[in-house]
């Protein structure tokens, strides 16, 4: 990781991540959490343990998380998520919308996503909002320290919030590691009788049955496994362009890359 100029204003600087970087960070996380919580029976990582008992182990500091919090009334109607940068303390917040929506369904993709999408900005981003004798604050002192997330955000939709795209390639490694990722993939396909992808990403009803096992075994959407199948190069070029810019990477992808 390196620090250079922020070309959108938001920050005086930006942090900049090595291809592969942020994978292996994200990594050795899931690694550490495991070690500390136990052994997973799935390959879904228990989110909440993860932010509430992982992350002050390595990060030095408290770390809280809300999951019924009232965001969208607070910071804006389409805010999914938001972390809050504290000298002693971090806090997680998660719109209740998403808590309930989760609760009421059994379908935990979003907030799964938007917790472990908080948690990347914990562990990526403190040092943004750190002040000490010895270093300035990145961020601008009069600004409130916090990262307030949008849906589009989460979501993989950008316009140049840098900060939010390695929050999310964060998320999927954390929560889709790419070895069992695509260990569980290929297993799968494969019961199906199929060995190319592009056969499999022809027949509707297969490649949906697939992604779907995907979804609920690592407890994240079909759109996440999907956009994870493009990252991971096992979806055919006919599909890429078209999955890609239904996720607002196309025009955004290679500004953000760092």
Same mark, same amino acid.
């Given at each position: 990781?390196?620090?250079? *100029?922020?070309?959108?204003? +938001? =920050?005086?600087?930006?942090?900049?991540? #090595?291809?592969?970087?942020i994978e292996g960070i994200a990594e050795g996380h899931r690694q550490g959490?495991?070690?500390?919580?136990?052994?997973l029976e799935t390959?879904?990582?228990?989110?909440?343990k993860f932010i509430e008992i992982y992350l002050p182990q390595i990060l030095g500091t408290k770390v809280s998380l809300d999951p019924y919090a009232d965001l969208?009334?607070?910071?804006?109607? *389409?805010?999914?998520?938001? +972390? =809050?940068?504290?000298?002693?303390?971090? #806090?997680?917040?998660?719109?209740?919308?998403?808590?309930?929506?989760?609760?009421?369904?059994d379908q935990w993709g979003r907030?799964?996503?938007t917790g472990t999408h908080e948690a990347g900005h914990c562990t990526l981003h403190t040092t943004l909002f750190k002040r000490d004798s010895n270093q300035q604050v990145l961020f601008r002192p009069a600004e409130t320290k916090k990262i307030a997330c949008l849906q589009r955000t989460i979501e993989g939709f950008y316009t140049g919030e840098w900060w939010e795209y390695q929050a999310n390639q964060f998320m999927a490694n954390l929560l889709m590691p790419k070895q069992p990722f695509l260990a569980h993939f290929e297993m799968e396909r494969n019961t199906y009788g199929i060995r190319d992808n592009r056969e499999l990403v022809k027949n509707d009803h297969r490649f949906n049955a697939v992604v779907g096992y995907l979804a609920r075994i690592f407890q994240v959407s079909k759109q996440a496994v999907k956009?994870?199948?493009?990252?991971?190069?096992?979806?055919?070029?006919?599909?890429?362009?078209?999955?890609?810019?239904?996720?607002?990477?196309?025009?955004?992808?290679?500004?953000?890359?760092?």
């Open positions: 990781m390196k620090i250079i *100029k922020d070309k959108t204003g +938001t =920050y005086p600087r930006r942090l900049w991540f #090595e291809d592969g970087e959490c495991v070690q500390l919580v136990g052994k390959p879904a990582l228990p989110v909440d969208q009334r607070k910071e804006g109607e *389409k805010v999914l998520g938001a +972390t =809050y940068f504290f000298d002693d303390h971090l #806090e997680v917040k998660i719109d209740r919308s998403v808590t309930e929506e989760a609760e009421k369904t907030y799964n996503a956009i994870r199948l493009w990252e991971l190069g096992q979806i055919p070029n006919l599909q890429q362009k078209e999955l890609f810019q239904s996720s607002g990477f196309a025009s955004t992808r290679d500004g953000l890359m760092g």
